[in-house]
């Protein structure tokens, strides 16, 4: 961002980062130091991956555990403001539809068992694209459930008393038909 509030030219971040799969980049941790990537390949359905920022320069990405990342496709994921979880979409098996979404608390500096977030999150249909607000009791994410107007819709649910509440459709205009 320049002093005029423009923006300068786009370069690549790091030649560590990009493979010769399919990239993207798909969370940044709330202090920046702290990226992560989807990568699939021919043989891999996609996973995440995670690159931290050493000075000005990126470390090659890091595939995380098999807590998070199974054979199965996860694509997307949210960082807490504190580091301490990871929210992030998966097609694992026993889910409660087609992508859900889950929760894995850092032990030990690695990645615990994931938590699917249960009914009142995760519809019959796909859920994706979860983003956890730095308050940490607020979650958008996208889903094709919890009557969508069509399609993926935007949606949130805040905690209370450590359960999610049912979740409200952020509405027309940012949702449409």
Request: glycine residues 10%; charged residues 20%.
């Amino acid at each position: 961002r320049q002093n005029d509030s423009t923006f300068s030219a786009g370069t690549s971040i790091s030649s560590a980062i990009n493979t010769k799969g399919n990239d993207a980049p798909i969370a940044l941790s709330p202090d920046g130091s702290i990226l992560f990537t989807y990568t699939s390949t021919d043989q891999d359905k996609g996973d995440i991956y995670m690159s931290t920022l050493n000075g000005e320069e990126w470390s090659k990405p890091v595939r995380l555990n098999q807590n998070i990342n199974t054979n199965e496709w996860e694509g997307s994921c949210s960082i807490t403001s504190d580091g301490r979880y990871l929210y992030f979409a998966s097609e694992r098996p026993g889910g409660l539809g087609g992508r859900d979404l889950y929760v894995s608390e850092k032990v030990n500096g690695d990645w615990g068992p994931a938590q699917n977030l249960g009914p009142t999150i995760n519809s019959p249909l796909n859920e994706d694209a979860p983003f956890i607000h730095p308050d940490g009791i607020t979650l958008f994410f996208s889903s094709e459930g919890h009557q969508s107007t069509g399609g993926y819709d935007i949606m949130y649910s805040i905690k209370k008393e450590n359960s999610w509440i049912e979740p409200m459709s952020m509405g027309i205009p940012l949702n449409t038909t």
